[in-house]
Protein backbone atom coordinates (compact mmCIF):
# COMPACT_ATOMS: atom_id res chain seq x y z
CA UNK A 1 0.00 0.00 0.00
CA UNK A 2 1.33 3.35 -0.96
CA UNK A 3 2.21 5.82 1.91
CA UNK A 4 1.80 9.66 1.79
CA UNK A 5 3.34 11.96 4.67
CA UNK A 6 1.02 14.49 6.17
CA UNK A 7 2.14 16.87 8.60
CA UNK A 8 -1.97 17.03 10.03
CA UNK A 9 -2.79 16.07 12.67
CA UNK A 10 -3.49 11.88 12.28
CA UNK A 11 -6.33 10.45 14.38
CA UNK A 12 -9.46 7.40 14.01
CA UNK A 13 -12.17 9.06 11.71
CA UNK A 14 -9.88 12.86 11.21
CA UNK A 15 -10.47 14.25 7.58
CA UNK A 16 -8.01 14.93 5.45
CA UNK A 17 -8.21 17.65 2.63
CA UNK A 18 -5.28 17.32 0.49
CA UNK A 19 -3.42 20.45 -0.88
CA UNK A 20 -3.09 20.64 -4.98
CA UNK A 21 0.27 18.64 -5.59
CA UNK A 22 -0.66 15.47 -3.43
CA UNK A 23 -4.11 15.61 -4.41
CA UNK A 24 -2.80 15.48 -7.85
CA UNK A 25 -0.35 12.65 -6.72
CA UNK A 26 -3.16 10.69 -5.28
CA UNK A 27 -5.97 11.14 -8.31
CA UNK A 28 -3.63 11.41 -11.16
CA UNK A 29 -0.70 9.31 -10.27
CA UNK A 30 -1.35 6.61 -7.89
CA UNK A 31 -5.12 6.78 -9.70
CA UNK A 32 -6.77 6.29 -6.54
CA UNK A 33 -10.83 6.58 -5.94
CA UNK A 34 -13.40 6.89 -3.41
CA UNK A 35 -12.88 3.61 -1.24
CA UNK A 36 -9.42 2.86 -2.25
CA UNK A 37 -6.41 2.77 0.85
CA UNK A 38 -3.59 4.26 1.57
CA UNK A 39 -1.56 4.84 4.53
CA UNK A 40 -0.64 8.18 5.72
CA UNK A 41 2.02 9.32 8.54
CA UNK A 42 4.39 11.37 10.45
CA UNK A 43 6.60 11.15 13.34
CA UNK A 44 4.16 12.84 15.61
CA UNK A 45 0.94 10.56 15.29
CA UNK A 46 2.97 7.27 13.55
CA UNK A 47 1.37 5.64 10.57
CA UNK A 48 -2.76 5.25 9.63
CA UNK A 49 -4.80 3.50 7.09
CA UNK A 50 -7.13 6.03 5.41
CA UNK A 51 -9.90 5.60 2.66
CA UNK A 52 -10.49 8.15 -0.24
CA UNK A 53 -13.64 9.60 0.20
CA UNK A 54 -13.36 12.36 -2.29
CA UNK A 55 -11.77 13.19 -5.44
CA UNK A 56 -12.14 16.08 -7.78
CA UNK A 57 -10.19 18.02 -10.30
CA UNK A 58 -8.24 20.01 -7.14
CA UNK A 59 -8.70 18.14 -4.08
CA UNK A 60 -8.62 14.90 -2.61
CA UNK A 61 -10.11 13.95 0.69
CA UNK A 62 -8.99 11.08 2.90
CA UNK A 63 -10.60 9.42 6.10
CA UNK A 64 -8.16 7.99 8.42
CA UNK A 65 -9.68 4.75 9.78
CA UNK A 66 -6.94 2.67 11.65
CA UNK A 67 -2.98 2.99 13.11
CA UNK A 68 -0.71 0.64 11.52
CA UNK A 69 2.24 1.77 13.38
CA UNK A 70 2.84 3.59 16.24
CA UNK A 71 5.37 6.71 15.86
CA UNK A 72 8.84 5.12 14.99
CA UNK A 73 12.38 5.94 16.27
CA UNK A 74 13.61 9.73 15.36
CA UNK A 75 16.50 9.86 12.81
CA UNK A 76 20.09 9.15 14.35
CA UNK A 77 23.57 11.18 13.39
CA UNK A 78 23.94 14.09 10.92
CA UNK A 79 25.36 13.87 7.51
CA UNK A 80 27.29 17.32 6.83
CA UNK A 81 28.40 16.76 3.27
CA UNK A 82 29.60 19.49 0.23
CA UNK A 83 26.67 19.35 -2.34
CA UNK A 84 27.74 17.89 -5.55
CA UNK A 85 26.66 18.07 -9.33
CA UNK A 86 23.49 17.16 -11.34
CA UNK A 87 21.10 14.04 -9.98
CA UNK A 88 23.96 12.30 -7.74
CA UNK A 89 23.12 15.54 -4.90
CA UNK A 90 19.39 14.48 -5.38
CA UNK A 91 20.49 11.02 -5.06
CA UNK A 92 23.07 11.44 -1.91
CA UNK A 93 19.75 13.17 -0.18
CA UNK A 94 17.25 10.04 -0.96
CA UNK A 95 19.96 7.45 0.71
CA UNK A 96 20.98 9.51 3.76
CA UNK A 97 17.30 9.46 4.44
CA UNK A 98 16.73 5.90 3.52
CA UNK A 99 19.85 5.49 5.96
CA UNK A 100 18.42 7.06 8.95
CA UNK A 101 19.94 10.41 9.14
CA UNK A 102 18.48 12.97 11.49
CA UNK A 103 19.48 16.37 9.62
CA UNK A 104 21.32 17.07 6.64
CA UNK A 105 23.47 19.86 6.29
CA UNK A 106 24.91 21.10 3.55
CA UNK A 107 28.64 22.38 3.98
CA UNK A 108 30.41 25.12 1.61
CA UNK A 109 33.80 24.22 0.64
CA UNK A 110 36.50 26.09 -0.73
CA UNK A 111 36.39 23.76 -3.82
CA UNK A 112 32.78 22.76 -3.75
CA UNK A 113 31.17 23.51 -7.36
CA UNK A 114 27.59 23.96 -6.63
CA UNK A 115 26.72 26.90 -4.72
CA UNK A 116 23.16 26.97 -4.34
CA UNK A 117 20.79 24.67 -3.83
CA UNK A 118 17.16 24.30 -4.36
CA UNK A 119 15.68 23.41 -0.63
CA UNK A 120 12.43 22.94 -1.88
CA UNK A 121 13.29 20.01 -4.16
CA UNK A 122 15.76 18.27 -1.67
CA UNK A 123 13.13 18.31 0.88
CA UNK A 124 10.33 16.89 -1.90
CA UNK A 125 13.03 14.13 -2.60
CA UNK A 126 13.82 13.18 1.35
CA UNK A 127 10.35 13.36 1.81
CA UNK A 128 9.55 10.70 -1.39
CA UNK A 129 12.47 8.42 0.21
CA UNK A 130 10.83 8.40 3.61
CA UNK A 131 7.21 7.03 2.37
CA UNK A 132 9.00 4.72 0.19
CA UNK A 133 11.13 3.48 3.31
CA UNK A 134 8.81 3.50 5.88
CA UNK A 135 10.36 5.63 8.41
CA UNK A 136 8.27 8.04 10.24
CA UNK A 137 10.09 11.46 10.10
CA UNK A 138 11.34 13.16 7.32
CA UNK A 139 15.46 14.54 7.96
CA UNK A 140 16.10 18.35 8.85
CA UNK A 141 17.60 19.85 5.91
CA UNK A 142 19.69 22.69 6.85
CA UNK A 143 20.84 25.80 4.67
CA UNK A 144 23.99 25.90 3.10
CA UNK A 145 26.89 26.81 5.43
CA UNK A 146 30.45 27.56 4.98
CA UNK A 147 32.59 25.22 6.57
CA UNK A 148 34.07 28.15 8.91
CA UNK A 149 30.44 28.79 10.10
CA UNK A 150 30.48 25.16 10.59
CA UNK A 151 33.13 25.31 12.59
CA UNK A 152 32.07 27.91 14.88
CA UNK A 153 28.90 26.46 15.24
CA UNK A 154 30.58 23.10 16.40
CA UNK A 155 32.56 25.00 18.77
CA UNK A 156 29.67 26.87 20.78
CA UNK A 157 27.51 23.67 20.50
CA UNK A 158 29.86 21.08 21.95
CA UNK A 159 28.39 18.11 20.61
CA UNK A 160 28.30 15.00 22.54
CA UNK A 161 30.51 12.80 20.21
CA UNK A 162 33.03 14.26 17.54
CA UNK A 163 32.23 14.38 13.87
CA UNK A 164 33.63 12.23 11.64
CA UNK A 165 35.47 13.71 9.05
CA UNK A 166 35.87 11.32 5.99
CA UNK A 167 39.66 12.28 5.25
CA UNK A 168 40.94 10.82 2.24
CA UNK A 169 44.44 12.23 2.24
CA UNK A 170 45.51 10.91 5.69
CA UNK A 171 46.93 7.47 5.60
CA UNK A 172 47.14 7.48 9.13
CA UNK A 173 43.55 8.19 10.40
CA UNK A 174 41.94 5.59 11.79
CA UNK A 175 39.35 3.27 9.80
CA UNK A 176 35.92 4.29 10.46
CA UNK A 177 34.63 0.79 11.64
CA UNK A 178 37.58 0.70 13.77
CA UNK A 179 36.60 3.68 15.17
CA UNK A 180 32.88 2.63 15.30
CA UNK A 181 34.03 -0.47 17.55
CA UNK A 182 36.45 1.13 19.85
CA UNK A 183 35.02 0.99 23.64
CA UNK A 184 34.07 4.73 22.87
CA UNK A 185 31.47 4.29 19.62
CA UNK A 186 30.12 8.02 19.40
CA UNK A 187 29.55 9.74 16.91
CA UNK A 188 27.28 13.18 16.28
CA UNK A 189 27.64 12.92 12.57
CA UNK A 190 30.16 12.08 9.15
CA UNK A 191 31.62 15.29 7.41
CA UNK A 192 32.27 14.45 3.77
CA UNK A 193 33.66 17.00 1.26
CA UNK A 194 33.71 18.23 -1.66
CA UNK A 195 34.45 16.38 -5.33
CA UNK A 196 38.02 18.08 -5.18
CA UNK A 197 38.63 17.29 -2.00
CA UNK A 198 39.48 19.75 1.16
CA UNK A 199 41.65 22.14 0.29
CA UNK A 200 44.86 22.89 2.55
CA UNK A 201 44.11 25.23 4.67
CA UNK A 202 40.51 23.99 5.08
CA UNK A 203 42.45 19.98 6.63
CA UNK A 204 44.77 22.57 8.48
CA UNK A 205 41.30 23.78 10.50
CA UNK A 206 39.63 20.41 10.33
CA UNK A 207 42.35 18.75 11.76
CA UNK A 208 42.79 21.60 14.96
CA UNK A 209 38.99 21.36 15.90
CA UNK A 210 37.82 19.77 18.56
CA UNK A 211 34.68 18.30 17.86
CA UNK A 212 36.28 17.04 14.20
CA UNK A 213 37.69 13.05 14.57
CA UNK A 214 39.08 12.06 11.30
CA UNK A 215 38.91 9.18 10.02
CA UNK A 216 39.70 6.67 7.03
CA UNK A 217 37.14 5.12 4.49
CA UNK A 218 39.97 3.03 2.99
CA UNK A 219 42.49 3.41 0.04
CA UNK A 220 40.54 3.70 -2.21
CA UNK A 221 39.49 7.65 -3.47
CA UNK A 222 35.94 7.22 -3.14
CA UNK A 223 33.76 9.70 -5.20
CA UNK A 224 31.76 12.14 -3.28
CA UNK A 225 28.53 10.31 -3.14
CA UNK A 226 30.06 7.24 -2.51
CA UNK A 227 31.73 8.06 0.09
CA UNK A 228 28.50 9.36 2.07
CA UNK A 229 27.08 6.03 1.58
CA UNK A 230 29.86 3.85 2.60
CA UNK A 231 29.75 6.30 5.98
CA UNK A 232 26.38 6.22 6.86
CA UNK A 233 26.08 2.25 5.98
CA UNK A 234 28.71 1.90 8.60
CA UNK A 235 26.87 3.72 11.02
CA UNK A 236 23.92 3.10 10.68
CA UNK A 237 25.52 -0.99 10.68
CA UNK A 238 27.77 -0.77 13.66
CA UNK A 239 26.49 0.51 17.05
CA UNK A 240 26.90 3.77 17.62
CA UNK A 241 26.23 6.03 20.48
CA UNK A 242 24.37 8.99 19.19
CA UNK A 243 23.47 12.55 20.32
Not at 44 to 51: K, L, M, N, Q
Request: hydrophobic residues 45%; charged residues 20%.
Amino acid sequence: MQRLHLSTPLSAGAELALDAARSHYVANVLRLRPGDAIKVFNARDGEWRAIVVQTSRRTVTLKAQDQTATPGPPGEFTLYAAPIRGDRWDTVIEKATELGVAAIQPVLTRRTVVRRINAERLLARATEAAEQCGRMDIPALGPLLSLEDLLTRLSAETPDGPVLWADEGDAGAPALAAHLLSANRRAHGILIGPEGGFAPEERQQLAAHPAIQAVSLGRAILRADTAAYVGLALMRALPVVVR
